[in-house]
């Protein structure tokens, strides 16, 4: 060996090292030190150099295996088949050298149709149905042996225990994803944080985490989806087609992502890539990239597999979600109602397309968990237009004598005191509206678009006329006409904007009582207990009078919120802004405009029934907001159902609906009925 060879041998048996270590860490551990993009590069640069050195390709390197080993925890299952990886694509180019390869396996002259999927973000599973009945399900392990998780599998919505309709086939391995979407993964790390448990680091390691529980009924309780993609073994009238499977699984009553398209040759695998790429914000599940595949079966017979990847198929992957940075410090943030949250700022890196700087570590307690410290390396997470948050640290990364993050016995903004109230994780400035880092929030929440709606006043003005002394408190707003000229000498504000800023405040005067009681911040009340509260007293002056028993006589007011309504009402800072509000002329926010049905309660005494996941708003969410329309939302389809919102993958309620006739609409179709406050014209 020269020394170039002897140095590129000793990158690639540092390379196998690193890849084995960190697949064992990713597929058995569900406990990634790496992003997903860092065991990408190292895998890629692992495949490079065996390439140019074909004489070191060996069975044993990582580059020739799938997955990890399994555990020990659950019994072995040996797949009649083997379950294989899938070689990744990054650039356009080898989108074509794959296309090219294929063309060649085929001796094919013209475009190659292929059926093009997303590549789900979750863990393969293998299920063994015999005439129809679920008889065992597996996780892939190292492809040829994996783990068996009948039971655990069998309490995930949407599996079928039992396949219904035609031909099916006396043996059928069906192969798929599980994941858990985006919502349950969100609520399911909120509750984690309220109990002050590490969250899951990614939806990805909640589906993994949730499905090896050695008892089944911890997996249970998790939101767990599952979406069909192959087969493995099956005896039986077999397609012709992917699509043709895809058909046929759902018409037996498997769950199949409507997300699939056949495509033909690059510059359909490209505009497909395209298109989900935009919708990648939108989707209600992870998704890391796109699989293409041979859409006629014989041609991947003729095509074949290598050891670890079918010569048929490939993954086209996206922009990651998740990359590695430094921290260089941690500055601490002051919410609307006093939270402290610590924000890690960052060496800048993009991610998913985006550059960022900071990213949330949530809470102290969290931190704590995380074992964060100055100048650690770590993994950071930003999916979709949720916040950048820190995931977890390189340990091994860790530079000697990192400092720790000290927790802050004071409001970093006012000084005044913190505490960390019983029960809860979060600390807290007592401050009130007294700090400034609260009414500055609280300004932003009382103008913001679901509160008084004032049109004009973002972040950036806020802060400039709380910094130029033109407003100090939410009422100052209404008292801005006097100071035109001051504003419209403001940065960047011409005297058409000010007008329209005037306009937009003297238009939030209109506001009824409910949205006002929403605007104000009032620590637990959203939107529809606002509502709830406006509608049960009427006026300011009765709920202001209201003892906290007759609180919680209002609909789903309970002695949490109705405290915190009491305390609020209570508090000698909150009357005299209540005062100085009250000496605005021409306001409306002191009553409750009377409502008629078909205006603000458009589904007044109606029954409405969720299903499926939702990728926009949380259950939570949609729940209270069809609640503020005066729906009924119930689990369960019935005769009395007036209306079925189905999510992405909605299960048997759809049927359901279907069958009994019942107006089904999409997530799309809720959000503009949310937004119109009235139903379309058509369902009358
Ligand atoms: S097909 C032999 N289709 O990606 C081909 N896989 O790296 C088998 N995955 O373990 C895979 N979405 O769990 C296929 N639409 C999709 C997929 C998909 C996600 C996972 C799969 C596999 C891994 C391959």
Redo the contacts with the bound molecule.
């Keep these: 060996m020269n020394g170039e060879e002897q140095e590129a041998w000793q990158r690639l048996q540092w390379l196998r090292q690193q890849v084995r270590y960190h697949a064992d860490r990713y597929h058995r551990l569900d406990d990634p030190e790496l992003s997903d993009a860092a065991y990408d590069r190292l895998f890629a640069e692992l495949l490079q150099l065996e390439q140019r050195y074909p004489q070191w390709q060996n069975a044993d390197s990582p580059t020739q295996r799938v997955g990890a080993k399994p555990g020990s925890r659950f019994a072995e299952v040996r797949h009649g088949l083997p379950?294989?990886?899938?070689d990744n694509l990054f650039a356009a180019e080898d989108v074509v050298g794959f296309d090219r390869r294929i063309r060649e396996g085929l001796a094919s002259v013209g475009l190659v149709s292929y059926l093009a999927?997303?590549?789900?973000?979750?863990?393969?599973l293998s299920l063994l149905y015999r005439q129809g009945q679920l008889w065992r399900a597996a996780t892939?392990g190292d492809g040829s042996v994996g783990e068996e998780i009948t039971e655990q599998v069998k309490t995930i919505q949407g599996i079928p225990h039992q396949l219904t309709g035609a031909a099916l086939p006396t043996l059928l391995e069906v192969?798929g994803?599980v994941y858990m979407p985006l919502a349950g993964f969100a609520d399911w790390n909120e509750q984690a944080r309220e109990r002050g448990e590490k969250p899951f680091a990614n939806p990805r390691n909640a589906a993994s985490g949730s499905l090896r529980q050695l008892d089944a009924t911890i997996t249970a309780g998790r939101p767990l989806h599952f979406f069909a993609?192959?087969c493995g073994q099956w005896q039986g009238e077999y397609p012709e087609t992917h699509a043709q499977m895809l058909q046929r699984f759902q018409a037996w009553g498997l769950p199949v992502?409507d997300w699939w398209r056949a495509v033909e040759g690059v510059e359909g695998c490209l505009a497909y890539y395209q298109a989900l790429e935009q919708e990648r914000d939108r989707l209600p599940f992870e998704v890391d990239g796109v699989?293409y595949?041979v859409n006629c079966l014989a041609d991947r017979e003729r095509l074949g597999?290598l050891a670890r990847?079918?010569r048929w198929?490939a993954?086209h992957k996206f922009a990651p979600r998740e990359e590695q940075t430094v921290v260089l410090g941690v500055d601490v943030q002051v919410g609307r109602t006093g939270v402290l949250t610590p924000v890690a700022r960052l060496q800048a890196v993009a991610v998913g397309g985006v550059t960022i700087t900071n990213a949330t570590l949530h809470n102290f307690q969290e931190l704590a968990l995380k074992d964060v410290r100055i100048g650690d390396t770590v993994l950071v997470r930003r999916a979709g237009d949720v916040i950048p948050e820190v995931v977890s640290v390189v340990q091994s990364a860790r530079p000697p004598g990192a400092p720790t993050i000290p927790v802050p016995t004071s409001c970093p903004v006012c000084g005044g005191a913190v505490q960390q109230q019983e029960g809860k994780v979060a600390l807290r400035c007592l401050a009130g509206l007294s700090c400034p880092a609260q009414r500055k929030e609280a300004i932003k929440h009382f103008v913001s678009r679901r509160a008084m709606d004032i049109d004009g006043l973002g972040d950036r003005l806020i802060d400039l006329l709380l910094r130029e002394g033109l407003v100090e408190d939410l009422a100052d707003l209404f008292h801005l006409q006097p100071q035109r000229h001051r504003l419209a000498a403001l940065e960047r504000l011409g005297d058409k904007s000010v007008d329209n800023l005037l306009r937009a405040i003297e238009t939030a005067k209109q506001r009824h009582l409910g949205q006002f009681l929403f605007a104000l911040g009032i620590r637990e009340v959203g939107e529809a207990t606002a509502l709830n509260l406006a509608r049960h007293f009427a006026s300011w002056q009765a709920l202001q009078q209201a003892s906290r028993e007759e609180l919680q006589g209002v609909a789903e007011v309970g002695t949490v919120v109705a405290e915190q309504v009491w305390q609020f009402v209570q508090n000698g800072a909150n009357q005299r802004l209540i005062h100085r509000l009250q000496q605005i002329e021409g306001t409306h926010w002191w009553q409750m405009v009377a409502e008629t049905a078909s205006d603000s309660q458009p589904l007044a005494g109606k029954t409405v029934v969720l299903t499926g996941t939702l990728s926009q708003l949380t259950r939570q969410e949609a729940k209270a907001r069809l609640e503020g329309l005066g729906a009924r939302v119930s689990g369960s389809v019935s005769d009395r159902t007036f209306l079925l919102i189905a999510g992405a993958a909605p299960g048997s309620k759809r049927q359901q609906a279907a069958t009994r006739g019942i107006r089904v609409i999409d997530e799309e179709q809720l959000l503009s009925l949310l937004q119109q406050k009235r139903l379309p014209e058509s369902w009358q």
């Design positions: 379950m294989l990886s899938l999927e997303p590549k789900l973000d979750g863990v393969a892939r192969r994803e993609h192959g992502c699989v595949k597999s990847s079918p198929a993954a």
